[in-house]
């Protein structure tokens, strides 16, 4: 499950591999979107995708750098952008998401419940399961 951050990609991955990763950060973002207000910043974003691998952690109760998210997206925001814009563009292009403002990347969204029920469909369906039991 951490393969929604940036990581060093193989040069010789099987297709298999990278359809993978792809769907992984897909279901990241659309978790992460979730997670997210109705209003949030890009860097926003970026934080709780990387957040997504500590939540439930417990060493991020005790001991860990309660910033720890924070401290790892801010300097990398570019790296980022260049996974997730792709996956951005079409969640603007079926109005999932909006752009506020191009100066600050903020974004808005739906938080109906039915686009809520939009994005759980995206996601994969034991992690669907679990949302549904909560």
């Not at 193989?10 to 109705?38: F, G």
């Not at 890009?42 to 109760?61: F, K, N, Q, V």
């Not at 860990?64 to 792709?86: F, H, S």
Request: with cysteine.
């Amino acid at each position: 499950g951490r393969l929604h951050k940036p990581v060093l990609q193989l040069t010789n991955c099987s297709n298999d591999l990278l359809v993978a990763i792809n769907k992984n950060r897909e279901s990241a973002l659309l978790l992460a979107l979730l997670l997210l207000p109705e209003k949030f910043t890009e860097i926003d974003l970026y934080i709780m995708i990387a957040s997504l691998s500590y939540l439930g952690d417990p060493r991020m109760s005790i001991g860990e750098n309660p910033r720890k998210a924070i401290n790892l997206v801010t300097p990398i925001v570019p790296v980022y952008r260049e996974i997730y814009q792709i996956y951005m563009i079409k969640l603007i292009q079926s109005n999932t998401v909006k752009k506020l403002s191009y100066n600050n990347l903020v974004y808005s969204q739906d938080v109906s419940p039915i686009a809520r029920w939009k994005l759980c469909e995206g996601l994969p369906s034991t992690l669907r399961s679990l949302l549904m039991i909560k």
